[in-house]
Antibody, heavy 121, light 108 residues
Framework: QLQLHESGPGLVKPSETLSLTCTVSGGSINRSNYYWAWIRQPPGKGLEWIGTIFYTGTTYYNPSLKSRVTISVDTSKNQFSLKLSSVTAADTTIYYC?????????????WGQGTLVTVSS | EIVLTQSPGTLSLSPGERATLSCWAS???????LAWYQQKPGQAPRLLIY???NRATDIPDRFSGSGSGTDFTLTIGRLEPEDFALYYC?????????FGQGTKVEIK
């Protein structure tokens, strides 16, 4: 059974860079031809796609965040990561990692449990 | 960007009743690339429907999806206690992928 697990600091200071890692277990990132994504959800609000990466390193970003986002993959560790720079209070949300289904840039069939990141001094 | 608008914001129903949730897209969603998710407090979203009308693995048949173009519907045939939750639609046709703002199904 595929499992995804987010990890990283729960508190980040304004103007700093948020860094999160998603560890994938029960399947290999580089042998599966799947796309992997980051999604976020402000507490009590809706969902926002942040970006997606393929195991080759090809990335796709939401234009609303593109200037601040970097997603990378480490196939040796079966992980992919998110960096969001110049954070503000508006970046205080729950961050999820997820897998796109079907060997394409499709819907999300597996999700991590989510991790809350608070931006505060 | 395709904007998805869900209606109603909140649906108050009793167990055993039928729930009808709507999702309207600001432009046509090609190939019926529209999914529905259920989310309970403190949990990640769970995939219910993909391709507008295909149930995901292990999803009960009381959940059904329909629609095309700009108008999509999620129907829950007879509400079970565990169905009271938030529901989101999601289009994966064009970038950026977007979600609706959600419909809360609450116990009346």
């Amino acid at each position: 059974q595929l499992q995804l697990h987010e990890s990283g600091p729960g508190l980040v200071k304004p103007s700093e860079t948020l860094s999160l890692t998603c560890t994938v277990s029960g399947g290999s990132i580089n042998r599966s031809n799947y796309y992997w994504a980051w999604i976020r959800q402000p507490p009590g609000k809706g969902l926002e796609w942040i970006g997606t990466i393929f195991y080759t390193g090809t990335t796709y970003y939401n234009p609303s965040l593109k200037s601040r986002v970097t997603i990378s993959v480490d196939t040796s560790k079966n992980q992919f990561s998110l960096k969001l720079s110049s954070v503000t209070a508006a970046d205080t949300t729950i961050y999820y990692c997820a897998r796109h289904a079907g060997h394409g840039w499709y819907y999300f069939d597996y999700w991590g449990q989510g991790t809350l990141v608070t931006v505060s001094s | 960007e395709i904007v998805l608008t869900q209606s109603p914001g909140t649906l108050s129903l009793s167990p055993g009743e039928r729930a009808t949730l709507s999702c309207w897209a600001s432009q046509s969603v090609s190939n019926n690339y529209l999914a529905w998710y259920q989310q309970k407090p403190g949990q990640a979203p769970r995939l219910l429907i993909y391709g507008a009308s295909n149930r995901a693995t292990d999803i009960p048949d009381r959940f059904s999806g329909s629609g095309s173009g700009t108008d999509f519907t999620l129907t829950i045939g007879r509400l079970e206690p565990e169905d009271f939750a938030l529901y989101y639609c999601h289009q994966y046709d064009t970038s950026p992928q977007t979600f609706g703002q959600g419909t809360k199904v609450e116990i009346k």
